[in-house]
């Protein structure tokens, strides 16, 4: 299938290291149907962490990207190692994309390098997009990681699903607003507004 420039969107998974960019392009992958079942870090059975030394670290070590179809975008998701040894690496990446799902682990919150990448997109007036992953870990701090991500960025929740325990751990969704239409367009429905 043939695309257009306006049919394809460029989006970087990035964040610090251990705050699950891989496994949610995973699983992403696996909801969009372009593969058949969830990689896993420890079987070294994840598509973006494919080189041997990457198997055995358990971590990534370059960008690697990954493709879907969803309607008539094509989708390509870039995974970006998160350690501040390859932070070039994935700045680079940057550079050809036209949003940025910065990724924050519930277990660990904001750190510099998230507060780093975060301020390169937004230098770069780049559609931003805060994912905050592991919300069933169980060193979880969902409402404290949300008050960091809204005190350092100046975010405000739009809307999403968070876990609410006090109905046994299910989740719970909230919508505030309406996405402008480029953040509609960033993600084939699902981005933020400009920080």
Same mark, same amino acid.
């Given at each position: ?9 460029? +989006? ?13 392009? *995973? ?12 990689? =896993? ?12 030394? *990457? ?10 990207? /990954? ?8 989708? =390509? %998701? ?12 994935? %700045?680079? +990446?940057? *550079?050809?994309?036209?949003? +940025? ?15 780093? %990448?975060?301020?390169?997109?937004? $230098?770069?007036?780049? /559609?931003?997009?805060?994912?905050? =992953? ?7 701090? /969902?409402? *404290? +990681?949300?008050?960091?991500?809204? $005190? ?21 969704? $909230? ?21």
């Amino acid at each position: 299938m043939g695309y257009t420039t306006q049919g394809i969107r460029n +989006v970087a998974l990035v964040g610090a290291a251990g705050g699950g960019k891989t496994l949610l392009l *995973e699983a992403l992958l696996l909801q969009a149907g372009a593969t058949r079942a969830k990689g =896993n870090l420890q079987r070294g059975t994840t598509v973006s962490d494919f080189d041997p030394q *990457e198997k055995r670290l358990q971590h990534s070590l370059d960008a690697a990207i /990954c493709s879907f179809d969803h309607d008539s975008t094509h989708i =390509n %998701l870039i995974d970006t190692p998160g350690y501040p040894d390859f932070l070039g690496r994935t %700045l680079s +990446v940057l *550079e050809a994309v036209d949003a +940025v799902a910065i990724v924050v682990s519930a277990a660990s919150g904001v750190d510099t390098m998230t507060q780093r %990448l975060m301020d390169f997109a937004r $230098e770069r007036q780049l /559609c931003r997009l805060v994912i905050i =992953n592991k919300i069933d870990s169980r060193d979880a701090t /969902c409402a *404290e +990681v949300l008050r960091q991500v809204r $005190e350092t960025f100046g975010f405000f929740r739009r809307g999403g699903a968070y876990p609410d325990h006090r109905s046994g751990g299910r989740a719970r969704r $909230e919508a505030h607003g309406r996405l402008s239409r480029a953040g509609r367009g960033a993600l084939a429905g699902a981005a933020s507004r400009p920080f």
